[in-house]
């Protein structure tokens, strides 16, 4: 019996014939107890083989991306057992280009026209598999639709298939598609969802999760559909970032900071830049207030502006917080359990304990406020209505039935 080494693929047709991808393309008619090698594509960079039957099958591969080669994605087709090969699909980018991708690592064709591929053949954080993409044909592999992500795949047929998404924790879900990939549902029990973060645009609600999922709710957290809330119009962003705890060591919470705001008020078509008396970590804004947590001589302070930016009263804080605010004069502190509330624009504040570590805050106004909050991997949502005094929790009816 031969022994096949470095074996990255292996199909079976039937009980006796099957096809083993190693540095060559081998085939046994006895179950396995002999292989021969037989024609395959003479390139470095197979990875992947897929039969029909006997004689029609597929190879793919492609150069790794830290090669920096091309391609970096291809599809082989033989109708002859692997005698002759003919070239389906060629993607001549290298991977770590715009128009490049990981290789094609798995092949799986229905048909002689209708086929799935996923990627991989790379690493992450840093010594796991990083997330495939999901590719689909329905023309024999002459041309390939990005169909999602994943870090596996089952499929049944050319509709039908689950997806385990690629979580930074542990999934409590499935991805679940009827359509070819086109659109994709989540499959899980809505308690084990777990929420990371909350936040809110007039009546609209919107849920992310370290699964990967986002949920809205159009009226208030009563009904919810799968979506994410578009970023609003009025926004900050940071810029200029670099990392603060080399300058000043373990004396501050953070580890990055920014020297420079951003903000809009255009849906990102114009940005007005703020050059504060700090290094900002977070910033929260609403009309006629902005709130921002970040460093001022090595030491953490809450920075607030009533002038868009042009001026500021900074206040040291003793922990690293984030803020929220609502309105003109709302602003929520939240510091891991602890929640500050200001109903006066950071004149006077009310010392709260969440029920869990905060995560992320959503202020409504008048005291009233979503929180997601909880262990990392384990967050849930909250609600109050007289300024964090007490929390009632929500569990909402997400779509979590694929």
């Not at 079976?12 to 540095?23: C, E, K």
């Not at 202020?363 to 009632?392: C, H, Q, S």
Request: with cysteine; charged share 20%; net charge positive.
């Amino acid at each position: 019996m031969r022994v096949l080494r470095w074996v990255r693929d292996v199909d079976f047709v039937n009980r006796q014939t099957g096809f083993a991808l190693a540095r060559r393309l081998y085939r046994t008619d006895d179950g396995g107890a002999s292989w021969h090698a037989i024609g395959a594509p003479n390139v470095p960079y197979l990875a992947a083989a897929d039969f029909l039957d006997a004689k029609k099958g597929f190879v793919a591969g492609g150069y790794e991306a830290m090669t920096e080669r091309g391609p970096s994605q291809v599809v082989f087709a033989t109708r002859d057992g692997g005698r002759t090969w003919q070239r389906r699909f060629l993607n001549a980018c290298h991977g770590f280009s715009r128009c490049g991708d990981n290789p094609f690592a798995r092949l799986r064709f229905i048909d002689n026209r209708h086929g799935w591929a996923t990627t991989g053949l790379c690493k992450c954080c840093p010594s796991g598999p990083c997330v495939g993409a999901i590719y689909v044909t329905r023309d024999g592999g002459y041309s390939w639709r990005r169909r999602g992500t994943e870090t596996q795949l089952t499929t049944v047929g050319a509709r039908f298939a689950w997806a385990r998404p690629g979580c930074d924790l542990e999934c409590d879900l499935l991805w679940h598609t009827t359509n070819g990939g086109r659109s994709w549902r989540p499959i899980a029990r809505p308690a084990r969802i777990n929420y990371s973060g909350v936040a809110a645009r007039g009546s609209a609600v919107g849920l992310t999760s370290y699964d990967n999922v986002g949920f809205v709710s159009p009226d208030g957290g009563r009904t919810w559909r799968l979506g994410n809330l578009p970023a609003p119009p009025v926004r900050a962003e940071l810029r200029a970032r670099y990392y603060v705890d080399e300058a000043c060591g373990g004396s501050v919470p953070f580890v990055e900071a920014a020297r420079s705001i951003h903000l809009t008020s255009d849906d990102g078509r114009t940005w007005k830049p703020l050059r504060p008396p700090f290094a900002a970590v977070s910033v929260a804004l609403a009309p006629q207030l902005l709130a921002a947590v970040g460093v001022r001589d090595c030491t953490a302070v809450l920075a607030i502006s009533r002038s868009g930016g042009r001026s500021w009263t900074i206040s040291e804080i003793p922990r690293a917080c984030e803020p929220a605010v609502a309105g003109g004069a709302e602003i929520w502190l939240w510091c891991e359990r602890l929640l500050l509330h200001s109903s006066d624009g950071g004149r006077t504040w009310s010392r709260l304990r969440a029920p869990a570590v905060v995560l992320s805050v959503a202020p409504l106004g008048a005291g009233r406020a979503w929180i997601v909050a909880g262990d990392v991997g384990a967050g849930r949502l909250w609600r109050t209505e007289d300024g964090g005094k007490t929390w009632k929790e929500a569990w909402p009816g997400v779509p979590t039935r694929g």
